[in-house]
T-cell receptor, first 116, second 107 residues
Framework: DVKVTQSSRYLVKRTGEKVFLECVQDMDHENMFWYRQDPGLGLRLIYFSYDVKMKEKGDIPEGYSVSREKKERFSLILESASTNQTSMYLC???????????????FGPGTRLLVL | GIQVEQSPPDLILQEGANSTLRCNFSDSVNNLQWFHQNPWGQLINLFYIPSGTKQNGRLSATTVATERYSLLYISSSQTTDSGVYFCAVEGNTPLVFGKGTRLSVIA
């Protein structure tokens, strides 16, 4: 059974703190993604990675960074948390099927982050 | 970039009713997926369907790539079908999500 886990379901942090969100997948997938989900805005891509030590900016990378030192782990870092980063953060992974684009994305349970 | 529009934005159904959710996209795609987000926030993949028709129990999906739309059919709806349904497409960039259809099934 495929599995994507995220380090916390709920997190409360203070403005200015450095925040680490961890995501681990056990499916040997090449691709990993971080999204944030806000009411009325849907899912927006923050960063993604197609391989170890590789990262690409998504649609809203400002205020975030990522790290992928191992294939199964993709970390999202909020360098200095701000109240407008209060959101639901979702991690996903998928494999690459060559010419047919990426296969199915599998999502973790999400982390609800509140920045005070 | 590619645009994804879903309709209707909200839908309320009586248990047992059928429904059709629509996803329109603005450019050619090589990947289209339907997801269901349950009330606890978990996103579950329903279909990987860049073209053609697939069925899984009471759910089925059809994508007409040449006309740039996909349909998700839910038959004999149950209260557990409630949640938000997302369509997501991949062209030259990673998956782009629509804003979803919020479905409420009432007993």
């Amino acid at each position: 059974d495929v599995k994507v886990t995220q380090s916390s379901r709920y997190l409360v942090k203070r403005t200015g703190e450095k925040v680490f969100l961890e995501c681990v997948q056990d499916m040997d997938h090449e691709n990993m993604f971080w999204y944030r989900q806000d009411p009325g805005l849907g899912l927006r891509l923050i960063y993604f990675s197609y391989d170890v030590k590789m990262k690409e900016k998504g649609d809203i990378p400002e205020g975030y960074s990522v790290s992928r030192e191992k294939k199964e782990r993709f970390s999202l870092i909020l360098e200095s948390a701000s109240t407008n980063q209060t959101s639901m953060y979702l991690c996903a992974s998928s494999s690459y099927s060559g010419g047919a684009g990426m296969k199915t994305q599998y999502f973790g349970p999400g982390t609800r982050l509140l920045v005070l | 970039g590619i645009q994804v529009e879903q309709s209707p934005p909200d839908l309320i159904l009586q248990e047992g009713a059928n429904s059709t959710l629509r996803c329109n996209f603005s450019d050619s795609v090589n990947n289209l997926q339907w997801f269901h987000q349950n009330p606890w926030g978990q996103l579950i993949n329903l279909f990987y369907i860049p073209s053609g028709t697939k069925q899984n129990g009471r759910l089925s999906a059809t994508t007409v790539a040449t006309e740039r739309y996909s349909l998700l059919y839910i038959s004999s709806s149950q209260t557990t079908d409630s949640g938000v349904y997302f369509c997501a497409v991949e062209g030259n960039t990673p998956l782009v999500f629509g804003k979803g259809t919020r479905l409420s099934v009432i007993a």
